[in-house]
């Protein structure tokens, strides 16, 4: 009897979980409707643009395709930087994956907004942090439990177009970085020779 107690609490327990597993659920790229319009265009054009310095011009608003209160199932938007496929090559930490809690390809947050219903925008100074790569910008629309719901993003569905290159810092300052090494050991030298002749120095004519 107290076996089967046992077994019966156990299921209950597990179809809880279960329950509270299927309502939360998880969040599919190809589940999102495509409701949202992103324009990204950089203030500066036809160049790559430098991390830390570039700024650019960010817009979302519902699209004019998108069906009648396309937008009431969402009051954020989550706006990231992603990769497009061509910097995602032999790159596995930024693989696209279709469950959202395990993509890797726009780990890059902008902003997140309450969701006005009308066109939005912000000028944005492209991360120190961002590393050296080509681009496009996404917008998610999050639901009241945190999901995703819906999506819209500055290039078209192959990621082909309206891509712009970003040079990180790292690979822009690296001359830069290994001049400032060796000219601090220099100086460390330099520092170090005068010391000691002028500890030299003392001595002589302490000696004297």
């Not at 089967?4 to 329950?19: G, H, K, N, R």
């Not at 390809?105 to 912000?122: F, M, N, T």
């Amino acid at each position: 009897m107290a076996i089967q107690t046992f077994l019966f609490a156990s299921l209950l327990i597990f179809s809880s979980i279960e329950s509270n597993h299927g309502a939360t659920g998880v969040s599919l790229f190809t589940n999102l409707e495509h409701s949202l319009e992103v324009i990204a265009k950089p203030i500066r054009v036809g160049v790559v643009l430098e991390a830390g310095k570039d700024m650019m011009r960010i817009t979302w608003m519902l699209k004019s395709s998108a069906k009648v209160h396309g937008d009431a199932d969402f009051n954020t938007v989550e706006v990231k930087l992603c990769y497009a496929p061509i910097s995602q090559v032999d790159r596995p930490w930024r693989k696209t994956y279709n469950e959202l809690s395990k993509d890797r390809s726009c780990p890059h947050k902008i902003a997140s907004k309450p969701y006005d219903k009308i066109p939005q925008s912000l000028n944005w100074t492209i991360d120190r942090e961002t590393p050296t790569g080509t681009y496009f910008v996404r917008a998610y629309g999050i639901g009241i439990n945190g999901q995703e719901v819906a999506y819209g993003q500055s290039t078209d569905g192959e990621k082909t177009t309206n891509l712009f290159s970003v040079e990180g810092i790292s690979g822009r300052h690296m001359s830069l970085d290994i001049a400032s090494i060796c000219f601090s050991v220099f100086s460390f030298g330099s520092l170090l020779i005068f010391l000691v002749k002028e500890k030299r120095k003392a001595t002589l004519q302490q000696l004297k």
